[in-house]
């Protein structure tokens, strides 16, 4: 059974047993497959054109196809940075979003290391980390269960027995309701020592 | 063969009045990112004060957004793609704009 997160002289710690270890680096995992991207743009077996390389640009995010994430879930993750304006949001996408999936796949992958110890204990760099990578998965949860609304936000935290668990959605507002408890416990413990 | 001199003053003088035009960062309500969360990335990106903070995560709560910062164009570009990292819902905008 898991311990919620506390601020101690050995920083933000938590513990969680072996089953919720593998659950949440199962996540932290699924979510940084969804934000990889699908190729380098290099052939296979060939290295990534060097020129690219070299000014820091992703070939991929200039060619005349690039879009916005047509999955919702990852949407949710890279959204749209202006306002009813298409033309603006992917110029800025152009420019932004390679560094974005790689702060988060960075993220996300930290995570899923620190899964390999049962006591969790991060500075508060680490924990600021590991927050961004919980809320990823949670945003991707809440997309997949549909939760648009208050009112859903509201039905989907009343699931909270596994025993009366008889479908898959009620098995993901689980898990949504138990990563969400995780990250208030860190919210609350890194709020009381800003 | 020169330019013109007389032109180029006048152009720079709107170039200038262009970038010198604020631009605001606003974040959306959403039903999942949790309050907590939300005041504390405003408090610890931001260095915004906890009553600050926590006024500008009501509002985006209650009023379906907020206006979070404000600034020259560089500045809220990078302000949103650090908010995006945090996953909350950022856009920005001229601040002259509705």
Do not use: C
């Amino acid at each position: 059974m898991a311990r919620a997160f506390k601020s101690t002289p050995r920083g933000f710690t938590a513990r969680l047993d072996s089953t919720e270890r593998e659950l949440l680096r199962g996540l932290f995992e699924d979510v940084a497959t969804l934000l990889a991207p699908e190729d380098d743009g290099a052939a296979p077996g060939e290295e990534p054109d060097p020129l690219w390389a070299m000014v820091g640009m992703d070939p991929r995010t200039h060619a005349a196809e690039f879009a916005a994430p047509t999955d919702p879930a990852e949407l949710r993750l890279l959204p749209d940075a202006v306002q009813g304006d298409q033309d603006a949001s992917l110029e800025y996408r152009r420019l932004t979003e390679t560094t974005l999936r790689e702060r988060k796949i960075g993220a996300l992958k930290a995570a899923a290391l620190a899964m390999e110890s049962s006591a969790l204990a991060f500075d508060a760099a680490a924990a600021n980390q590991f927050a961004q990578a919980l809320n990823d998965v949670r945003l991707v949860l809440a997309e997949r269960l549909d939760l648009r609304t208050e009112d859903d936000a509201e039905r989907i935290s009343s699931v909270i027995d596994a025993a009366t668990v008889d479908d898959v959605d009620e098995y993901l507002a689980l898990v949504y309701n138990f990563v969400t408890w995780l990250q208030e416990t860190l919210m609350q413990a890194l709020l009381g020592s800003l | 063969m020169t330019a013109p001199t007389d032109v180029l003053p006048r152009s720079e003088t709107t170039e200038q009045q262009e970038l010198d035009t604020p631009y605001v960062l606003l974040v959306w309500n959403d039903p999942v990112n949790l309050m907590s969360y939300v005041s504390y990335v405003f408090r610890s990106h931001f260095g915004y004060s906890e009553t600050k903070a926590d006024q500008l995560m009501l509002e985006v709560h209650q009023q379906g957004r907020s206006v979070v910062s404000t600034g020259a164009l560089e500045q809220v570009e990078a302000d949103v793609a650090a908010m995006h990292g945090y996953g909350l819902w950022a856009t920005f905008q001229r601040a002259d704009q509705g």
